[in-house]
């Protein structure tokens, strides 16, 4: 029993020691349309922050009165913006 586990040992270690092969199924058609759906989301997320700090700031500038028809606007283009786009399921 202790040789079959030196002997296992052993054979782990040999293969351990061998280089990395490449394995070609890694670098696939499927791995390459997932690496640039991935980009594309990513440039997308990074365009909507910007967009989204620069509007925030924008709107940083409106104080006292101004604020409340500025939070009534901005809800009411939010809540058409769910209206229209978000419950699609209806019309399916």
Not at 22 to 30: H, L, W, Y
Not at 36 to 56: D, S
Request: glycine fraction near 10%.
């Amino acid at each position: 029993m202790k040789i079959n586990r030196r002997r296992r040992l052993i054979r782990t270690f040999n293969l351990l020691d061998q280089p990395i092969r490449f394995n070609p199924f890694v670098f696939s058609r499927t791995f390459f349309m997932w690496a640039v759906t991935g980009l594309v989301g990513g440039i997308i997320a990074g365009g909507y922050w910007i967009v989204l700090e620069h509007f925030t700031e924008f709107l940083a500038e409106f104080q006292g009165w101004q604020v409340i028809p500025t939070m009534a606007i901005c809800g009411l283009l939010a809540g058409l913006v769910i209206h229209f786009i978000g419950d699609r399921e209806k019309f399916i």
